[in-house]
C-alpha cells in the first residue's frame, strides 16, 4: 500500500490478533498510520467489514484487501474503476486462475502429447481479494458471513460491480499453505516479484 502513496490503515483482526498488533504496531516503522477493528467471534469476511462501518462509513471509499494474498497489482486502478462506473457499489481485481495442478494435453487417439506444470487459465477469471469500495457497501453487509457469498451475489445481480482484470505483469499469489510461502519466497528471491 505504501508504494501506491496509501499511508492509513485500517486493520480488521480476530484470530491471532496480539501476534499481528505486535508486528504492526501504530505503523510508524513501516512508515503509516494503523488503526485496528477487533472481531471478538468470527464474523467472516462480510461481518468483520461491517464491524468496521464506524470508520470506514464515512469515507467516499477505501479499499478492502484479503490478508492471505501476496499481489503487486495497484488497487488504485480499483479506483478508478469505480469511478468510471457512479452506478457501481464496488470494484473487483480479477485475475486468471492459475492451475493449482499440472495439466495432461491428449490428442485425439488418447496420446499424451505435453505436460504443462499450473498453468494459468485464462478463459476462466478468480476474484483476487483486492477491491476499492463505496460505503454504500454497509446497506448490504451481513452481520455475519461472507461478503464473497451474500454482498457481492447481490450486488452483481443488479449490476453494481464492476470488475478490473489483472494480466500479464501482474503477480498474484493466495497464500494457502507452507508450500505457497517457500514458492512466494523463492519468486522473491529471483525477483521475479518485486515487493
Known amino acids: 500500500m505504501k508504494k501506491h502513496g496509501i499511508r492509513d490503515l485500517v486493520i480488521l483482526v480476530g484470530y491471532k490478533r496480539n501476534m499481528v498488533i505486535d508486528e504492526l504496531g501504530s505503523g510508524g516503522k513501516y512508515g503509516a498510520r494503523v488503526s485496528y477493528v477487533v472481531e471478538e467471534e468470527p464474523l467472516g ?30 488497487p ?13 457499489v464496488a470494484s473487483i481485481a480479477v485475475v486468471p486462475l492459475r492451475s493449482p495442478f499440472g495439466v495432461v494435453k491428449v490428442d485425439e487417439n488418447n496420446i499424451i502429447v ?22 454504500e457497501i454497509f446497506n448490504y453487509l451481513p452481520e455475519k458471513g461472507d461478503i464473497e457469498r451474500t454482498c457481492f451475489p ?23 499453505t507452507i508450500k505457497d510461502i517457500e514458492e512466494v519466497s523463492s519468486d522473491i528471491a529471483s525477483g521475479r516479484l518485486i515487493i
Open 45 to 74: 469476511t462480510g461481518g468483520a467489514l461491517k464491524n468496521a462501518e464506524h470508520i470506514l462509513g464515512k469515507e467516499d471509499y477505501f479499499l478492502l484487501i484479503n490478508g492471505d494474498i501476496i499481489t503487486n497489482l495497484n
Open 76 to 88: 488504485l486502478e480499483l479506483v478508478e474503476a469505480l469511478e468510471k462506473n457512479p452506478r457501481a
Open 114 to 135: 505435453s505436460f504443462v506444470e499450473k498453468p494459468v487459465i485464462p478463459d476462466y477469471m478468480i476474484n483476487a481479494g483486492v477491491y476499492a469500495i463505496r460505503p
Open 154 to 176: 447481490k450486488l452483481a445481480s443488479e449490476k453494481r460491480l464492476v470488475a478490473r482484470v489483472y494480466g500479464g505483469e501482474t503477480y498474484w499469489r493466495s497464500i494457502d
